[in-house]
């Protein structure tokens, strides 16, 4: 379905990010899967699937963004879908939360989402072509008690999404948004268990989603069979948001 396609997924080795960077190497894209921190979580990926190239970049770091995509376009010539998958969460009531907690998951989140962005789409406009997934999520929608950063950043990415789409349109490049609800990944597994079993119990389907179910959908997005979808957000959480 991808052959010759060049996919970069940042946040690309762990979590949701990982099952991205998997299922479009699986469906022959060539893979750059970004991290920050993880260096054997990356190692173990590029191990498993050849088909993906981890690389330690900083989403934040605008200069080190743009190296970095400048080194995937000299290489391939091209990119032809980002996945912005890269977050950071640093949950805590409003009154309480520090400066950094609030500044942190605003820049990682997305300030670091219009950073790659910012630098993909001038190769993607001389193209006149391109896949854009921004990863945000339900707290984005509808407001999380204890989230005011994240749903913040994420409402902003959503947001940010729309806008972006009716840029583009002109040039046959479509954006969109995933939101997920409550996914099986290291972030919800540290979640206390009592909380996590009450979370879960509000959910229609009676279980928290997969991240080879919230990729499923960003592979749609991304693929050719996707040709009129723009600027949409999606949200794939078992019902729970209607």
Do not use: H
């Not at 520090?98 to 790659?116: F, Q, R, Y």
């Not at 990944?185 to 919230?214: D, H």
């Not at 499923?216 to 729970?240: E, H, K, M, P």
Request: contains cysteine; proline residues 2%; hydrophobic residues 45%.
């Amino acid at each position: 379905m991808l052959k010759d396609q060049v996919a970069l997924v940042t946040g690309g080795t762990r979590g949701i990010g990982r099952a991205v960077s998997r299922l479009l190497a699986e469906n022959r894209a060539r893979v750059f899967g970004w991290y920050r921190s993880d260096q054997q979580a990356a190692a173990a990926l590029e191990k498993e699937c050849p088909g993906i190239q981890a690389a330690r970049v900083d989403v934040c770091n605008r200069e080190a963004v743009k190296a970095a995509v400048k080194g995937i376009v000299d290489a391939c010539g091209k990119i032809d879908m980002v996945v912005n998958n890269a977050g950071t969460a640093r949950d805590g009531l409003f009154a309480m939360m520090s400066d950094a907690d609030w500044e942190s998951v605003i820049e990682t989140n997305l300030s670091g989402t219009c950073n790659v962005c910012k630098e993909v789409v001038k190769e993607m406009i001389f193209r006149r072509a391109g896949r854009i997934v921004n990863v945000a999520s339900l707290s984005g929608v509808t407001g999380l008690a204890a989230q005011t950063n994240y749903s913040a950043a994420k409402g902003g990415v959503i947001a940010f999404t729309k806008a972006l789409a009716l840029e583009l349109a002109r040039y046959g490049i479509l954006v969109n948004a995933v939101s997920p609800g409550l996914i099986e990944t290291e972030f919800t597994q540290s979640i206390p268990e009592a909380r996590r079993t009450k979370m879960i119990e509000q959910i229609p389907l009676g279980r928290m989603g997969r991240p080879e179910e919230v990729a499923q959908l960003v592979l749609f997005l991304v693929s050719d069979r996707n040709t009129y979808l723009t600027g949409q957000n999606f949200v794939i959480a078992g019902g729970l948001y209607t």
